[in-house]
């Protein structure tokens, strides 16, 4: 899996992940952002209205 942020990169190296060399090898490093979004959060579900007996 490669990575999906320099920080995450550099966090790996930092801490000396045994990992951290295999995934560099896979990154493309051109496409790679400084830090990753949040990302989209899901719209919440409505809850249906309870039929009445």
């Given amino acids: 899996m490669p ?3 320099r920080a ?3 966090m790996a190296f930092a ?3 045994s ?5 560099a090898d ?3 490093h051109s496409k790679l952002p400084e830090r990753k979004g949040k990302g989209k959060k899901k719209a919440a ?5 309870r039929k009445r007996s």
């Fill in 45 to 49: 579900r409505k809850a249906k209205p």
């Fill in 15 to 17: 801490r000396g992940m």
């Fill in 19 to 23: 990992w951290a060399k295999e995934w």
């Fill in 8 to 10: 995450q990169e550099k």
């Fill in 26 to 28: 896979k990154t493309d």
């Fill in 3 to 5: 990575f999906q942020s």
